[in-house]
């Protein structure tokens, strides 16, 4: 009895050995796209295909350089990279931020507990301190 399958017009059958973890993937993506074994597969190539063409816009031999591949790569990275970028600035933006207000809550509650002299004693020694660090990493 025969069958009608998707593009069966277009695909070729081919037996293909397959190390257990690359099995295992293909059949974790399969899963998770809802497809058969052989669509994930063929998914799976197609992408790679894309990207090899892609790399290889030049003409360029079918094994790259590093050289060939940093444009592509950058191309698919770019915009994950950016984000991640955005995220730390502003995550060292809250950081700075919190240490401003500790500094500020610090020298407040230290100004309250001293006397007037001691406080301009205690600010010079921190200022002291704070330029040997300076000194020490210029």
Do not use: C
Request: glycine share 4%.
């Amino acid at each position: 009895m025969n069958t009608l399958r998707l593009h069966s017009h277009t695909r070729r059958q081919r037996s293909v050995m397959l190390l257990p973890a690359m099995d295992q993937w293909i059949e974790r993506e399969a899963t998770r796209l809802g497809v058969s074994f052989s669509e994930a597969m063929n998914r799976l190539l197609a992408s790679y295909w894309q990207f090899h063409q892609e790399v290889n816009t030049d003409g360029g031999p079918d094994h790259p350089s590093v050289a060939q591949l940093s444009p592509a790569l950058l191309a698919h990275l770019k915009e994950p990279l950016l984000e991640q970028v955005q995220a730390v600035r502003e995550e060292i933006e809250k950081v700075k931020s919190n240490l401003y207000l500790l500094q500020t809550m610090q020298d407040r509650t230290t100004a309250k507990t001293l006397t007037g002299r001691q406080y301009d004693a205690w600010r010079e020694e921190v200022k002291g301190v704070m330029d040997k660090r300076k000194r020490g990493k210029a």
